[in-house]
């Protein structure tokens, strides 16, 4: 099986994700459903082959590596055709492996549906930018987009760290210095706290991911920086929650430094469309003297109401957002109870 020809139909097809899983046909995600691609099912050896082909594509990564965790990460690129990023594992005592589909070239945001009141976070010259989401819903590509705005109108050293790189970065009115976790730098933390030495101006953290890397992430944008970063959370509020959970002490002092550093809060999610395609929901919490006055008091649960009051200041809830997109007739009721944070607020006003 020639792995190339398949990652090239793939990119041709506009699909996001690659599975290579033993007893099926390899299969493409195409707008959030898995289409099976053959009819022919793939054989344990088969796996053992792509594998191998895959980690061809890789030189600096040892196929030893996966051997001994029984999973690695990675990524790579392949040259007229597009950036990849892999995750390779095993299941049933045989090896598998997902990818997904990262092109080349740095989408259009008009074309993705991203608001401008996120596409203006560019302008944020210190302070800490958080985009939220689940798994795929497209929080690398929204920071992708305002890291590429900052890039073509300020004058700045933008350090990105990231897990694997996703999006290419060429210098333009910036510096853009790319790192990529466990090829680049040993992990996130090293690299945050090398990266202050670095004199940037903004940091792309790739994630978020314990106590200790967040603190430092605080610490980088109480200092002056602007700093980016994600959270696997659905909403603003629940993303502020997931950071306080984080401290198991000191949660007093963190609420105060949140409340000083946190510019705004983007959570989105894919959610699929009446006509079979997907399109993108953002909610945006923007950061006032209320808002911040409840992050410190922890009076969190307050926030929300809060957003819904201050509208004209370009904020919008989740439930909100979908509520719109159903008055629009772009989605249907039932998809945005699925997709909403309080289901019973979109059954009472849809």
């Given at each position: 099986m020639d792995v190339k020809k398949i990652l090239e139909q793939a990119v041709k097809m506009d699909a996001s994700d690659i599975f290579f899983v033993a007893g099926s046909p390899y299969a493409f995600k195409i707008k959030k459903e898995i289409i099976k691609q053959d009819d022919v099912r793939l054989m344990p050896e088969d796996l053992k082959d792509?594998?191998?082909?895959?980690y061809s594509f890789a030189p600096y990564c040892r196929y030893e590596n996966f051997q001994e965790n029984g999973e690695d990460?990675?990524?790579?690129?392949l040259a007229n055709i597009g950036r990849f990023r892999v995750n390779v594992y095993r299941q049933r005592n045989s090896e598998a492996a997902v990818l997904r589909v990262v092109k080349f070239e740095l989408p259009d945001p008009k074309k993705l549906g991203i608001p401008d009141v996120v596409l203006d976070l560019a302008d944020q010259k210190k302070g800490m930018i958080l985009v939220s989401g689940p798994a795929g819903s497209g929080k690398s590509t929204t920071l992708a987009c305002i890291?590429?705005?900052?890039?073509?109108?300020?004058?700045?050293h933008i350090i990105t760290i990231e897990d694997p790189i996703e999006y290419l970065h060429s210098h333009k009115k910036s510096i853009v210095s790319q790192r990529e976790v466990y090829h680049d730098t040993k992990g996130y933390l090293p690299a945050l706290r090398a990266a202050l030495r670095e004199t940037p101006e903004v940091i792309l953290l790739g994630e978020m991911?314990?106590?200790?890397?967040?603190?430092t992430a605080i610490t980088a944008a109480e200092t002056g920086h602007l700093l980016l970063s994600t959270l696997h959370t659905v909403g603003a509020v629940n993303t502020i929650d997931r950071i306080l959970d984080t401290f198991s002490h000191n949660q007093?002092?963190?609420r105060s430094q949140l409340s000083m550093v946190l510019n705004c809060i983007v959570s989105e999610q894919l959610v699929p469309t009446l006509d079979g395609?997907?399109?993108?929901?953002?909610?945006?919490?923007?950061m006032t003297p209320a808002i911040r006055s409840q992050i410190r008091e922890g009076k969190i649960h307050q926030i929300e109401n809060t957003m819904s009051s201050s509208k004209q200041l370009g904020m919008v809830t989740m439930d909100d957002a979908l509520i719109e997109l159903v008055r629009k007739k772009i989605i249907s009721k039932e998809t945005a109870i699925l997709y909403s944070i309080h289901p019973d607020v979109i059954k009472n006003r849809c």
């Open positions: 792509i594998v191998q082909q895959l990460d990675y990524s790579f690129s890291i590429d705005r900052i890039n073509s109108t300020r004058n700045a991911r314990d106590e200790e890397t967040i603190s007093t002092q963190i395609s997907v399109v993108p929901v953002f909610e945006v919490l923007k």
